[in-house]
């Protein structure tokens, strides 16, 4: 079992950046993909980022702006947003998932309560 706590979220200005953080309670941590989506309100919740155990993989679904990595250490997972938009607007969520890491959200086994991010224009 794997509870995950998000935290960073916030009112954010067009064009600035946030920090979300992801807490893990799982002493295995290090075994799981973590990836983050996100959905606003009337949508889908759609992907973000992911990345491998080992943190040597990630992909995205827009490069450029948004930057995830991990600390298996601090047994937490990151995601830096830059240059954020009024569309990014959205509850986003971290989410583990046993072996390798993807993009679908159906294939993930735990996930946080979510944190609200807002960005004004």
């Known amino acids: 079992q794997v509870q995950l706590v998000e935290s960073g979220g916030g009112l954010v200005q067009a064009g600035g950046s946030l920090r979300l953080s992801c807490a893990a309670s799982?002493?295995?941590?290090?075994?799981?993909?973590m990836g983050w989506f996100r959905q606003a309100p009337g949508k889908e919740r759609e992907f973000v980022a992911t990345?491998?155990?080992?943190?040597?993989t990630t992909y995205y679904s827009m490069k450029g702006r948004f930057t995830i990595s991990r600390d298996n250490a601090k047994n937490t997972v990151y995601l830096q947003m830059n240059s954020l938009k009024p569309e990014d607007t959205a509850v986003y969520y971290c989410?583990?998932?046993?072996?390798?890491?993807?993009?679908?959200?159906?294939?993930?086994?735990?996930w946080g309560q979510g944190t609200q991010v807002t960005v004004s224009s």
């Open positions: 799982s002493r295995t941590f290090r075994r799981y993909a």
């Open positions: 990345i491998t155990w080992s943190g040597g």
């Open positions: 989410a583990a998932r046993q072996g390798v890491a993807g993009t679908d959200g159906n294939e993930y086994d735990y």
